[in-house]
């Protein structure tokens, strides 16, 4: 196979609109449908990729700690390729311009930066919080669930009170709610086995799913 082109450190800070996708491990098997989908939006896009099944087995190891957080990063990695391979531009900066679909390479970003705390309960949602952070963008998560529940009704807003209490849920890593109030940055969850959401969130719309406040 011919060299992949990376873009690297010395990239320039880009200057278009990004939105940063949060692509969950438990949608592996979608790729190539999901890359076609956000490919026709004509959006730039940043794709942060859950572990999947790579994670998995890490989960599975026993391991934990600093050693479990960055083979967890790793497995991130190795799902990036799988979107590299249906077309997607890998990227290893946050500082590289996005044009159309790309997808971080996170290992070398997060080594760098190490911004998080190495624990389970950071996984590649907050990772991913964090990247929209440090790129100034908005952050779509998605999902293979409409979005946060609370008594069994889809939260159409942030859940959670003025004093920090947040609602249980297991739809996002348990750091990600606590640091996307304390970010400021804002946020969605869409189903993404619904692709007709996705577009239409794509497109300025506003379909079922969980949003922050403000919204996107």
């Known amino acids: 196979m011919g060299n992949q082109n990376i873009a690297m450190d010395n990239a320039p800070e880009p200057l278009d609109d990004v939105l940063v996708v949060k692509a969950g491990g ?3 098997d979608e790729i190539p449908a ?5 490919a026709a939006s004509g959006r730039n896009l940043l794709i942060v990729p859950g572990g999947g099944r790579f994670a998995d087995a890490v989960r599975e190891s026993g391991a934990g700690g600093s050693p479990a957080h960055w083979m967890a990063c790793c497995a991130m990695e190795e799902t990036a390729w799988l979107w590299v391979a249906c077309g997607a531009t890998p990227v290893e900066s946050l500082h590289a311009p996005i044009a ?6 996170p290992y070398r970003v997060m080594r760098d930066a ?7 309960d ?4 907050t990772i991913a919080a964090w990247v929209a952070s ?18 069994g009704v889809v939260c159409a807003e942030m859940p ?4 920090g209490e947040f609602v249980e849920t297991d739809v996002v890593d348990p750091a990600f709610l606590p640091f996307v109030r304390a970010s400021g940055i804002s946020w969605a969850i869409i189903n993404a086995r619904r692709p007709e959401r996705i ?3 794509l497109a300025g719309e506003r379909p079922l799913g969980t949003y922050s406040n403000p919204h996107l």
């Open 114 to 120: 190490d911004p998080l705390p190495h624990s389970w």
């Open 160 to 163: 959670g009170d003025a004093e």
């Open 122 to 125: 950071v996984t590649s949602d």
């Open 100 to 105: 159309g679909v790309s997808v971080l390479l």
């Open 134 to 151: 440090v790129k100034g963008a908005s952050l779509l998560l998605l999902k293979s669930v409409d979005g946060i529940f609370s008594e």
């Open 34 to 38: 999901l890359y076609a989908l956000l």
């Open 26 to 28: 438990s949608l592996t």
């Open 199 to 201: 577009r239409s969130f």
